[in-house]
């Protein structure tokens, strides 16, 4: 079930966050939006309200600890309670390893790992408390097979997946009852390629994506779909694309 439930959204300024935080918002569930670009979480939220849903917002950088704890108070202030956190928020500064772009390895590697280890920090006391909650995450295609430019932004979802596996087998385990979902979404219309810096990545990512992207709101339906999943039950490692997907 969806209505009511409290959802935290990382990277819900843009892209497959915003469309998720539009979809579920339109579905009944309560969403707290984060982000840095403050601007863009408002104009949402404010969109959101102004359609009868609900809606909160900080700005909040992912690779903080204190951010994420922070998001979380919000939504616990506001709502009372999170049921769900969508750990979306990345980059992807496609490269080869020879242009030794270190500057961008680091940041993917705190963002795209180490913003999910902090949400999954920030969340977990809560949801053990409560004696339930789901992390839902987003890893890609690159975080299922090997693609040359991809090697940092991939070697980043490749631990997404390792992670939240293992966190769905110890949550079994320890009888937690927290829900995990991983989703691989392929080529998705948003502003992720914004980030590449390497012309000749840039123009090769432009003309895959002018070929095969579908749009934030797919993934979206997605999202959507694990969180109405019956309560005892784990969606888990979605690839979504095209059909005409070949690769
Ligand atoms: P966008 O660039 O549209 O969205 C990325 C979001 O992440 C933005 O809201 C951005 O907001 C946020 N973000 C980036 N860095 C930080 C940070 N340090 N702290 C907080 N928020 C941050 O791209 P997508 O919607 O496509 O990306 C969402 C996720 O989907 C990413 O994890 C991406 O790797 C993954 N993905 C996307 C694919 C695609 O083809 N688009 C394919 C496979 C996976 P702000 O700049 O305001 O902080």
């Known amino acids: 079930m969806i209505e009511n439930k409290v959802v935290v959204i990382t990277g819900a300024s843009s892209g497959i966050g915003e469309a998720s935080a539009r979809l579920l918002a339109r579905q ?3 969403v707290v939006l984060g982000a840095r670009r403050e601007d863009r979480l408002k104009a949402i939220a ?9 809606a909160a917002f900080v700005a909040m950088d992912v690779t903080s600890p204190a951010d994420n704890d922070a998001i979380i108070r919000l939504a616990e202030d506001r709502f009372g309670c999170v049921d769900v956190i969508f750990l979306n928020a990345g980059l992807m500064p496609t490269s080869p390893v020879s242009a030794l772009k270190t500057d961008e390895w680091n940041a993917a590697v705190d963002i795209n790992i180490k913003g999910v280890l902090n949400g999954v920090a920030a969340s977990m006391p809560l949801f053990l408390a409560q004696k339930s909650g789901q992390v839902i995450a987003v890893s890609s295609v690159a975080g299922l097979k090997a693609y040359p430019g ?5 070697g980043t979802k490749w631990f997404v997946r390792d992670f939240m596996e293992v966190l769905r087998m110890e949550s079994a385990m320890e009888g937690s009852n927290i829900r995990t979902s991983t989703i691989y979404p392929a080529a998705i219309n948003t502003e992720l390629l914004g980030g590449i810096s390497d012309p000749t990545a840039a123009a090769a990512m432009k003309n895959l994506y002018s070929q095969y992207a579908i749009s934030p709101e797919r993934v979206a ?4 779909f694990a969180i109405d999943a019956p309560e005892d039950t784990n969606i ?3 690839t979504i694309g095209p059909t005409s997907q070949p690769w």
Not at 46 to 54: K, Q, T, W
Not at 221 to 224: E, G, P, Q, W
């Open 28 to 30: 009944g569930a309560k």
């Open 46 to 54: 404010e969109s959101i309200e102004a359609e009868g849903g609900s």
């Open 150 to 154: 991809s090697a940092i932004y991939g």
């Open 221 to 224: 339906s997605v999202v959507s």
């Open 236 to 238: 888990n490692e979605f």
